[in-house]
Nanobody, 123 residues
Framework: QLQLVESGGGLVQPGGSLRLSCAAS????????IGWFRQAPGKEREGVLC????????NYAASVKGRFTISRDNAKNTVYLEMNSLNPEDTAVYYC????????????????WGQGTQVTVSS
């Protein structure tokens, strides 16, 4: 059974940084395409970044370009989302999800989701 568990969220001041972790069990992360998504209150869930099976990276959100990076540690079976220069508009619940597609695609491709971790950017 595919399981994903996010961690690393919290309260951070504007301009600060956080690193989110997505720990996988029941499968190996490099056999799947893994995406990070976020959902702010009253808004639809949106894609942030994605890493494909072969390591290709797709940026879904122009607002995070140059500030967020995605990486994968196969030995730890974990995918990370490094977030820098955070601003209040980044406040959301962040989710990781797994897709069997070889490439990063739309949200409907993602078949298994974690429970989410809250990120709040506020002074």
């Amino acid at each position: 059974q595919l399981q994903l568990v996010e961690s690393g969220g919290g309260l951070v001041q504007p301009g600060g940084s956080l690193r989110l972790s997505c720990a996988a069990s029941g499968f190996t992360v490099d056999d799947y395409t893994i995406g990070w998504f976020r959902q702010a209150p009253g808004k639809e869930r949106e894609g942030v970044l994605c890493i494909s099976m072969r390591g290709g990276i797709t940026n879904y959100a122009a607002s995070v370009k140059g500030r967020f990076t995605i990486s994968r540690d196969n030995a730890k079976n974990t995918v990370y989302l490094e977030m820098n220069s955070l601003n209040p508009e980044d406040t959301a619940v962040y989710y990781c999800a797994a897709s069997r597609e070889r490439l990063c695609g739309g949200i409907l491709d993602f078949i298994s989701w974690g429970q989410g971790t809250q990120v709040t950017v506020s002074s």
